[in-house]
Each structure stands twice: as structure tokens, then as C-alpha cells.
Nanobody
Framework: QVQLVESGGGLVQAGGSLRLSCAAS????????RGWYRQAPGKQRELVAV???????NYADSVKGRFTISRDNAKNTVYLQMNSLKPEDTAVYYC??????????WGQGTQVTVSS
């Protein structure tokens, strides 16, 4: 099992920045990808950013150029730096680890609210 704990969410004005952190513990092996997803009220959960075990990154078109995903392997932590935040970025953000491309582990989520 992998336990994921997110932090860093909060209320910010449009144009502001936040950095989310996801600390992992447990059986952290064979993790193929680490990512961030978000879910706004009444909408499906969507991929925001992902970083693979080789370090490749991928972003949703809506956040390209504004968000950056990174990881610190020594701390078993993945980060999401969010700049130039917009009201439409308001959502619960979830950390996700994939093992073998099949098993999914999720954090409890952290609320991000961007006011206009």
C-alpha cells in the first residue's frame, strides 16, 4: 500500500500562486507515474499534470505554461507549483501514484479556491 498526503491548498486571488505537496509513505516501489488530478463541483476528475519514473512530464492544455510538476525522490514528495491562478482552477486537487500502470493510489485531496 501507498499512503499519500497532500498539503498546500487554500484560498488565493486570481493571478496568485500556490504550491501543493504530496508526501508518500508505505510500499513505494515500481511507481510508474506520479500525478495531480483535480475535480471541480459537478465535473469529472481530470488530469492536471504527471511526471513519469523517467522524469518526463505532461500537462493538461489548460495549465501549460502556468503549472509545474516536480519531485524530490529523497523526500518521497511530488510538488505542483501553480502560478497565474485563475478562478477556473478552483477544485479539489488529488495526488495520484500509479504502480505498473494499473494500480492507482490516491490522496485525500486538498481544496484550492481562486477568487476573482
Amino acid at each position: 500500500q501507498v499512503q499519500l498526503v497532500e498539503s498546500g491548498g487554500g484560498l488565493v486571488q486570481a493571478g496568485g500562486s500556490l504550491r501543493l505537496s504530496c508526501a508518500a509513505s508505505g510500499s513505494i516501489f515500481s511507481i510508474s507515474a506520479r500525478g495531480w488530478y483535480r475535480q471541480a463541483p459537478g465535473k469529472q476528475r481530470e488530469l492536471v499534470a504527471v511526471i513519469t519514473s523517467s522524469g518526463s512530464t505532461n500537462y493538461a492544455d489548460s495549465v501549460k505554461g502556468r503549472f509545474t510538476i516536480s519531485r524530490d525522490n529523497a523526500k518521497n514528495t511530488v510538488y505542483l507549483q501553480m502560478n497565474s491562478l485563475k478562478p477556473e482552477d478552483t477544485a479539489v486537487y488529488y495526488c495520484n501514484y500509479k504502480r505498473g500502470g494499473v494500480l492507482n493510489y490516491w490522496g485525500q485531496g486538498t481544496q484550492v479556491t481562486v477568487s476573482s
